[in-house]
């Protein structure tokens, strides 16, 4: 029987141990690398910051307009980051003393940015304030901070299905406007029926290009749907089940929806009779939450700190903990908000919040640990809260 | 439940700032807070943890990093990481696999086991699947036991040369002899040997050059002492360490990266965050050295030899994730084990070669956390998590505009490897699909290459070098390093480890100069 023991090995070849270390050391060059490729894949992919300038102006509708970044050479910026079809960007706007972002879908084609152009498209929203902020006033040359792209409303080959039926409404085209320009240039893989409904045949945006599309790639296809006017060449009404089984394709199909919340609430009835897999319908958020608990009080305070200081402001239990700090100056983090992406995750340390049904979608322990995202929370009672803003 | 704290203003000046809130930097900024030292941590990202973290997509909740965690052990049996989160007063709700672990190797002698945890359990496994094998598998632990004395004594900072020839020669052996020269000596067949080095990708090197003791180490944590989970992913833990330093008046302070560390006269005296100056006796890097020297520090600073020693170690392995939330549960796809290994050869060296390109999968661990953590995704659905690492010459330059289709190719192709190897069908499934590359790894990590291992483990720069030898080492006065690049290597509990005692160490240094 053998001997299990390491006799046969030498037990002084621990003194060696450091020497050789050292000796290695000796030899080595006193350099290390500038950089590696991961990381600088990272770095193109993902800059903290965009600078942009606006180099075109389109008037899209009568309460839209399409405008196209470049990047701003003056501001050390010389190439676009690179995006997958369906993401958006963050763009921040100050203005007086509140600060404050917006998410924009891309509606260029992600070759379009190594071409050096984004294009996104603001439409009015009644009492928006960053939206009507950029309409007033970005002309041609106006200057642009933007986030790099981000978003998870993507078309995905291993978990979606070769077939995707769009529902668009008003703005919601933006995203799949670009994707279906990616299918147009062989980036993405995939066929496209998009239903795209609008108010009037006046409010679709983005009209001619989609057309161009559908007529130079049989696998886009588009359907207009118009929910106030009655046309030849239109459905007519809201989108329904029974419009996307008409137009949908043999077999199965993954259902990319993008939108104002009253589609949402409008489909909610609809999806059932499609009987899809819950994998089969993604939905882009696109759209912030304006619902508070019915008892939410007219006022409260908001302890904050940010940056280390500390600061109480009077704000209305009727907007989101975001909206409120944003109104009071306070620059809190935010990419999506809609609840999904956690970047605007703060330490509630007292009081009491509301988060509206299917909004929470914070971490399991960040429920636990006392941590909300208050682009989705109302205050039910004063609170006190850390934010956690880039500077 | 939100704690009951109340917000305080932030000073200017600290006994100790924490550079990055990873595994490490959290540990030694919760060890010197309860030393009573006032700590602040800045962290870019928006969570805690860098790799011990989780993401959400969908209904899913994934576990970014974490495969199984060492040492936990049992209330009963705490092994040092319970030990360390009672000292902190941390309580988890750990949650155990009944196996260590199982491994398929393809190939000539390859092989299909399965490995009980326990240590009686392991070797008579050993011996079914490899007779003649379960002496020899039982010397290896006994010598895991003599190993952790011979630590022991090395540390005890009283160390008689005499004694440690006579009393620790087989430590002495161990520590300065690979894996594969050890497990030869001791006579263990071929096969066994393989079962045996079925972990060395949770060290991420070569068994010809992973010293025996660390491996030993390692194992016998996993083995001897019960590996756990925490119920709520990586960001459980990494909350619960937060929430000491907070509790005890630390700051940590998220989105913020550091942009300076402050020095004057070769001793660190500060950094800049935000754009502010802040001031620490102490300062705490939990990225890499290298990020240091190369952004953080004046270069004037940074030594030749410091330069040297980063210049002459390799960056350690790359990963490449795919993690799939699908929409049937554990039982219904027929996935039964927590965690496989996936080996396209039964040899761990070729395993180790082999990933040098894309083009080869050699090395593949899969894990369903719904058979350690069941309830880990709603009712009727589960998750899979495949891992395979890389060497660092496999991630060349990828244009941005090339790399979806390269990922989604990637891991179609370790899907489909599980798939054939296992039996059983993922693709018609998937609800939820996140793709970790070592771009994303870098994005969120900032290590060179995204590694979250550190340094390669070499003959020559095993864990008891970097530990005898960290006084050489230490390139700026006040500046301590902290992480997988540090002394003990990669790992959550070795990590963990590592933080605590450079903590231990900074508050016994302080308070035995002053504060100044
Ligand atoms: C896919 C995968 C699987 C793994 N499986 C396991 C496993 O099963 N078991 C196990 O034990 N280990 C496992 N590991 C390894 C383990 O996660 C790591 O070794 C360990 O977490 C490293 O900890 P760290 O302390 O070095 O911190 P890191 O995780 O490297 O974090 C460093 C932190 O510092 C921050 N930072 C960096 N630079 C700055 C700056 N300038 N300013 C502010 N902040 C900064 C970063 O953002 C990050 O948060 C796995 C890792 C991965 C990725
Ligand atoms: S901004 Fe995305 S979750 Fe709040």
Redesign the pocket.
Known sequence: MADHNLDSLDPMAFTRLIPTRESHFAAAEARIPADYPANRLAAALHPAYQHLVVSEVKAETKDSRVYTLVPDGDMGCTSLAYFDAGQYLCVYIEEGSVVTQRPYSILSSPRDSLCGFYKICVKAVEGGFVSNHILENWCVGTKVRTSAPLGEFTYEPLRDCENVVAVCGGSGITPILSLAKAIAEGTEELSLTVLYGSRLEESIICRQELDILSEKCENIKVVYVLSHEEKEGYERGFITASKIKKYAPEGKYSLFMCGPEAMYKSLEGELSGLSLERKQVRREVQSECFAPAPDSPVSVNITVKAHGELKTVAASGKDTILRALEKAGVAAPSHCRGGECGYCRSRLVSGKVYIPEGLDMRRLADSRYGYIHPCCSFPLTDIEIEVFPKR | MPQKRKLKYMAKKYDAIV???????LCCAATMAKNGFSVLV????SVP????TSFRRGRFEFE???????SVGTKEDPGSVMRLFSYYGIDIDWQYEKNAFRVIADGDGGYDVTMPAGIEDFCREMERSVPGSFESTLAAFKLGAKIGAGFNYLSSGNVDPQVLFSEHADFLRAVSHSVDECLSSLGMPKKAQDIFKTYWP?LGAPTSEIDFAHYMLMVDSYIRKRPAMPHLRSHELSLALEEVIVKLSGEVRYN???EKILTKDGKAYGVIAGGEEIYADAVVA??FPD?AYKS?LDPEAVSERALKIAGARKISSL?F?VYLGLNRSAEELGIKDYSVFLFDTPDSGEQYERSASLDTTSMVVANCLNCAVPDSSPEGTSTVFI?TMLREEAWGDVRPEDYKKLKNKFAKKLIKLYENKMGISLMPYIEEIAIATPAT?AR????PCGT???YELRGWDTMLCRIMNAKNEQAVENLYF????GERG????T?YAN?HSVGEKIAKGVQKNGRS
Not at chain 2, 49 to 52: D, F, L, R
Not at chain 2, 444 to 447: A, I, K, Q, S
Request: with cysteine; net charge negative; aromatic share 12%.
């Open positions: 550079i990055g809130a990873g595994n490490a930097g800045l962290e870019r990202n943890g860098g790799s011990a970014a990093a974490l495969h199984e965690l060492a949770y913020c990266p550091c939990n990225c990020t953080l990963f994730s891992t790894f969120y990590l900032g290590t979250p291992y550190g902290v992480g997988a690049h990669d790992g959550y509990s990590t933080g």
